[in-house]
């Protein structure tokens, strides 16, 4: 499916996002022509690596006719609020299907862990804790302890917390995590 988003809005800039615009240079050229060509439009930079389309513009020209002035030129199946989560492509491959039945198998047991703790640990805890022990006892069997570089401690610091708070830090957002 090939959609188009408001990514964002900002008095007198809007960022539209297009994935189909990737390595299409001239789709890109073709699409920051008819923009700028909008009455109100001051300058349109479009980066077809990432398929980023940000527009500066006057404050009396909106998000909604850059849009439809992009769905004429690039034609995309869906316009996309700024916020709206992009639709899932129907050809997932076997390894994200994969993941998906392993995320699905670890939510169970979290879900399993925090009602035999009454809900005073989780998995991602209960791992944490598992690695600590684990390495408090390599240092006391080897009476070495071995630091790994800073940047992979913290590399797994933010992975191991963005991984298992992920559902906090979005309904902190007020975005729904499922």
Known sequence: MRWLQIAHILPGRTRLRFPALRG??????RIAEELA???GVREVRVRPFTGSILVHHEPEVTSATLALAAHRILAPDRILEVGERPPRS???????RIARLAAKAFREI???VRRASQGSL???TLVT???FGAGAADVATSRELVLPPWFNLAWWGYRTFMTNEQDEIHSADGVDAG
């Open 24 to 29: 299409d240079a001239a789709a890109g050229e």
């Open 37 to 39: 060509a909008l009455p």
């Open 90 to 96: 129907p050809d997932v491959p076997e390894l994200s």
């Open 110 to 112: 979290d879900r399993d």
């Open 122 to 124: 989780d998995l991602g």
């Open 129 to 131: 804790l598992g690695f």
